[in-house]
């Protein structure tokens, strides 16, 4: 009697124990299922955000490039010419580094944060 009173109660421990486990094997997926969406989204914002960098150090390095020949160009024959490369160049640099700055800032974004 006191053998079968003892092998029930470890029966129901044994089941009790199998519950636990259960749960935490489901919260576990849960949370890896939760971490592997997190990682999705910020490799989505990383390669939008790569997209938009490179465009930004290109246009940056086309715009400087011509403010520097513009530059060159002042004080001689080509005076005319070197202050338009200067404006444009200048302004080319500065959308550029707009660019860059604005691939930050989407790598930045979260779900849910709204855009400023």
């Not at 006191?2 to 129901?12: D, E, H, T």
């Not at 955000?49 to 246009?59: D, E, M, P, T, Y």
């Not at 001689?76 to 200048?90: I, S, Y």
């Amino acid at each position: 009697m006191r053998i079968a009173f003892f092998l029930l109660l470890m029966s129901c421990g044994s089941v009790l124990s199998w519950g636990q486990t259960s749960h935490s094997m489901d919260s576990l997926k849960r949370e890896i299922i939760e971490l592997n969406l997190r990682v999705d989204a910020i490799d989505l914002r990383m390669e939008r955000s790569k997209s938009r960098f490179q465009a930004g150090i290109l246009v940056s390095t086309v715009g400087y490039s011509t403010t520097i020949a513009g530059g060159l160009m002042l004080g001689r024959e080509n005076d005319q010419l070197g202050q338009a490369l200067l404006l444009a160049g200048g302004a080319t640099g500065v959308i550029g580094t707009y660019l860059l700055t604005d691939a930050f800032r989407i790598l930045g974004n979260k779900k849910g944060r709204k855009r400023r």
